[in-house]
């Protein structure tokens, strides 16, 4: 079992930045691919960004490639979204997600999820 908790959110002008934070607790947490999906009012959720179980490789959706960075710390049980450059169209719930074997980009694929953080960008 993995429990999955997000922090970090907030109001933040177009160009700022947040970095989030997602503390997970279990043993296998170093095991898991770990992902970033996001969802704005009346829209479904998408694909962020995610990580592998060593951190080596990640992949970002087109939309946030070359603002966000993902990272985990294995060490720490906690993975991060660093998002810079801001905009009004990433405002949305940020929700952590984890998976063993599964699609990384796939929301159906994640075995675990946080409750989310809310992230809102004011332009």
């Known amino acids: 079992q993995v429990q999955l908790v997000e922090s970090g959110g907030g109001l933040v002008q177009a160009g700022g930045s947040l970095r989030l934070s997602c503390a997970a607790s279990?043993?296998?947490?170093?095991?898991?691919?770990m992902g970033w999906f996001r969802q704005a009012p009346g829209k479904e959720r998408e694909f962020v960004a995610a990580l592998d179980w060593s951190g080596g490789t990640t992949d970002y959706a087109d939309s946030v490639k070359g603002r966000f960075t993902i990272s985990r710390d294995n060490a720490k049980n906690t993975v991060y979204l660093q998002m810079n450059s801001l905009k009004a169209e990433d405002t949305a719930v940020y929700y952590c997600?984890?998976?063993?074997?599964?699609?990384?980009?796939?929301?159906?694929?994640?075995?675990?999820w946080g409750k989310g953080t809310l992230v809102t960008v004011s332009s």
């Open positions: 997600a984890a998976t063993r074997y599964g699609d990384k980009r796939s929301s159906g694929a994640m075995n675990y």
């Open positions: 279990g043993r296998t947490f170093s095991r898991y691919t």
